[in-house]
């Protein structure tokens, strides 16, 4: 949708800072959209890189309870293939770690935009305070000073153009 108002011109009915604004959000969700590729073919390397792991291969059904269920013997593999395994492990936790930090940008931005933020620095300022707290004191933390919006709780009052 917003691809089509970029491309349509309907942006430039909007005021430049709420175009700008909505951009920057806009091209947040993308980054994070562009991440599911690398982070999908990680995991299925992941997967196809144990295979050899895979103890008990008697049936379709224990093969594939073990590999669902991350049930592996590394004592079946040989030097070359743990070296694999390896690499592969190194490369998931980094893509990981990348993906937390994109999870809890977005959920900085959106916890702002939900509560009221109408600039780029209230939003800055609530994202590197949400990835500070994450990364300090892990999801519980976060969650404890940005709690997620409940039913009961009232809808924020729309954010207002102040600018003009």
């Not at 009915?13 to 991440?35: E, F, G, H, I, T």
């Not at 997967?47 to 079946?76: E, G, I, K, W």
């Amino acid at each position: 949708m917003w691809t089509v108002a970029q491309q349509s011109g309907t942006l430039d009915l909007l005021p430049r800072a709420d175009a700008q604004r909505y951009v920057r959000v806009y091209s947040l969700v993308q980054m994070a959209v562009d991440r599911l590729e690398p982070s999908n073919a990680s995991y299925q390397k992941a997967t196809s890189v144990m295979l050899p792991a895979v103890a008990d291969t008697t049936s379709a059904q224990a093969f594939v309870r073990q590999v669902n269920q991350r049930q592996y013997d590394l004592s079946l593999v040989n030097p070359a293939e743990m070296q694999d395994i390896r690499a592969t492990v190194g490369d998931n936790m980094a893509i990981s770690e990348q993906n937390i930090n994109m999870n809890v940008f977005l959920y900085g931005i959106e916890w702002a935009v939900l509560h009221g933020s109408t600039s780029d620095e209230q939003n800055i300022r609530t994202i590197y305070d949400a990835q500070s707290t994450y990364w300090q004191g892990g999801t519980d933390a976060l969650l404890a000073k940005f709690p997620p919006p409940s039913e009961s709780s009232p809808s924020p009052a729309p954010a207002t153009d102040t600018a003009h």
